[in-house]
C-alpha cells in the first residue's frame, strides 16, 4: 500500500447545540442535509461539487478533538466571496474578517470568514484566475 490517504469522506465540527447548528448550516449557509440523528443529536450537510460530507455532533464526554467554536482552516470555494458574505450576513450569518483581496503565492485571493453559532470559523475564497 503506497497510499495511506485515500480520499477524504467527512469533515466534523462539534457544536453545542444540534438544531441551531442545522438552522445555520441549513438556511444561512444554504447546505443540503443528508442525515439528521436527533438521539445522537448528528446532522450531515452535503458539501457541493464534492463528495465529502459536513458532519457535526455534540462533543461527547470522553471523545477527542477540537472542543466547540475552535475550529478553524475549513476552506469554501465561491467565486464571489464578497457576495457570498454579504447574503450570509443577511440570513443572519457572522462575518469574523470582511472580504478582502490581497496577493498571495497562489495568485491574487479574495477570502472572507464566517463563523457558526458555536464559533467554528470557516473561510470562503476565490482565487482569481
Known amino acids: 500500500m503506497d497510499d495511506v490517504i485515500q480520499g477524504m469522506e467527512a469533515v466534523t465540527v462539534h457544536i453545542r447545540d444540534i438544531e441551531?447548528?442545522?438552522t445555520?448550516?441549513?438556511k444561512v449557509l444554504g447546505l443540503k442535509e443528508?442525515?439528521?440523528l436527533p438521539a445522537a443529536s448528528r446532522a450531515?450537510?452535503?458539501?457541493p461539487g464534492t463528495t465529502t460530507q459536513l458532519t457535526m455532533h455534540i462533543m461527547g464526554e470522553s471523545e477527542g478533538g477540537r472542543e466547540p467554536g475552535t475550529v478553524s482552516g475549513i476552506v469554501f470555494s465561491h467565486a464571489d466571496p464578497t457576495?457570498?458574505?454579504?447574503e450570509i450576513r443577511r440570513r443572519g450569518g457572522t462575518i469574523v474578517d470582511e472580504p478582502h483581496t490581497f496577493q498571495a503565492a497562489v495568485g491574487t485571493v479574495t477570502l472572507g470568514v464566517v463563523a457558526d453559532p458555536d464559533g467554528n470559523q470557516f473561510v470562503i475564497r476565490h482565487v482569481h484566475a
Do not use: Q
Open 20 to 22: 441551531r447548528a442545522r
Open 24 to 26: 445555520f448550516y441549513s
Open 34 to 36: 443528508l442525515s439528521y
Open 44 to 47: 450531515a450537510f452535503a458539501i
Open 83 to 86: 457576495a457570498a458574505c454579504a
